[in-house]
């Protein structure tokens, strides 16, 4: 059983940045598919930015050109760097992984964007 444990949500005003990071209980090399997605109130969860097995990334429309995703062997950790950060953004913002062709969720790190 793989843990994804999120932080470094909060409360950040529009325009401001944040960045979350995802440590998971195995070595984050031994995991494929890394990605963070995010769901808004009453809203679907969405995909934000991911790893794809080859090692290249998807973002989502919303994120592309203020988001980055990173993964950092040697901190163990997937982040994710956000700028320009407007109120439809405020979400639960989940990690996720695969291994095994298992598939692993966190509990969420909640961003809200507010005056």
């Known amino acids: 059983q793989v843990q994804l444990v999120e932080s470094g949500g909060g409360l950040v005003q529009p325009g401001g940045s944040l960045t979350l990071s995802c440590v998971p209980s195995e070595r984050i090399f031994t995991m494929t598919g890394m990605g963070w997605y995010r769901q808004a109130p009453g809203k679907q969860r969405e995909l934000v930015a991911r790893?794809?097995?080859?090692?290249?990334?998807n973002y989502a429309d919303p994120a592309k050109g203020r988001f980055t995703i990173s993964r950092d062997d040697a901190k163990n950790a997937l982040n994710l760097q956000m700028n320009g950060l407007q109120p439809n953004d405020t979400a639960v913002y989940y990690c996720?992984?695969?291994?095994?062709?298992?598939?692993?969720w966190g509990k969420g790190t909640l961003v809200i964007v507010s005056p």
């Open positions: 790893f794809t097995n080859l090692g290249r990334i």
């Open positions: 996720r992984g695969l291994k095994n062709t298992m598939e692993y």
